[in-house]
Every structure is written in C-alpha cells, then in structure tokens.
C-alpha cells in the first residue's frame, strides 16, 4: 500500500533510514528495458514535498531518461552476512532492517550553480573526506566534475516499507 504526503510517520521514517542507509539501487526504464545504477542519496525535503538529490556521471547513459518515467530508488539496510548468522525467522527479522522503496520522478538541475551546491552538499553529508579534497582542489578541477555530471532532485511521491522476510527458511511453522 503506497505512503502518501498524509503518512508523516512513515515520511520520517523512510527519511531517517535514507540518512543511514544513503546508497540506493536507482532504477528507471527506457523502452521497456530495466537500467539500474548504484548511488547514494541525501534529502533535502521541504514541508511539501519529500526530495532527495544524487547525481549521475554523464558516462552512464540513465541519466538520459530519467526525466521521462517513473523512477524506483531501493534503500536496503544492513543485512545479516550469511544464513549461519541467523538460524530462523525470528533472528533474521531481528538482524535485518529491512528496505524502503521509493517512487517518484527526477528533475535534472540545469543550473550550474545550483548542481555544484548541491554536489557539494552531497559530498559533505556522504564523504567528509572527498568534500574537503573538493575544497582544496583547483577551480578548474571541480569545474571539470560538474562538466562529467548530471545533478538531479528526486521527489518522492510515494513511499513502500519493505520489511525483512528470510525466504531461504522454511520451518514448520510455514505449514
């Protein structure tokens, strides 16, 4: 059952496990072919609108199309690592934190300035480290990143928890 803007818990919750979980399997599809990429998120959500920013490297085509359809971005959380580590269902629900998939559109942000701060933002919030080699770096090398990429908004327009199942585990309890 899809969240709507009405569901503020699950808004909150969905953001909150976005922030600790920032990489998402972005997927979107252009004549009736799946494209996938792996890309980490940040939201900058507004009273109205639930909005999270990323980017692409123009190298990968899907960003060509991502203004065109709709768009399925997959947070996972952490998973237990192997089936020793979680022996029934029970421990599995307990070890896993589930996923949220979130639908929506995407707007690529054509103005430069406002591409870079958000690149910057983005670098700031993911990896502290890159942002200040950022900082340090010359003009004329940032500038070179932002010509390689497409900064783009997402607006969440609805929001599907996915709680952990272990589909490998069949007990008796199963029948």
Not at 119 to 135: A, S, T
């Amino acid at each position: 059952m899809p969240a709507t803007r009405l569901d503020k818990h699950l808004d909150t919750e969905a953001m909150e496990f976005v922030k600790k979980n920032p990489l998402a399997t972005l997927i979107t599809s252009y004549h009736n072919r799946p494209h996938a990429s792996h890309v980490p998120f940040i939201v900058v959500s507004t009273e109205e609108s639930l909005i999270l920013v990323s980017f692409l490297r123009k190298s990968n085509k899907q960003w060509k199309h991502l203004e065109f359809e709709d768009v399925l971005a997959i947070f996972q959380g952490e998973s237990p690592q192997s089936l020793e580590e979680s022996r029934t269902k029970e421990e599995y629900k307990q070890k896993g934190k589930g996923a949220f998939h979130l639908y929506g559109h995407c707007n690529i942000i054509h103005e430069r300035e406002a591409a870079k701060s958000l690149y910057m933002q983005l670098l700031e919030e993911i990896d502290p480290v890159l942002h200040d080699k950022w900082l340090k770096s010359s003009p004329d090398r940032m500038e070179g990143v932002i010509d390689n990429i497409m900064v783009f908004e997402f607006k969440v327009e609805s929001i599907h928890p996915v709680k952990p199942q272990h589909n490998c585990l069949i007990d008796a309890s199963d029948n």
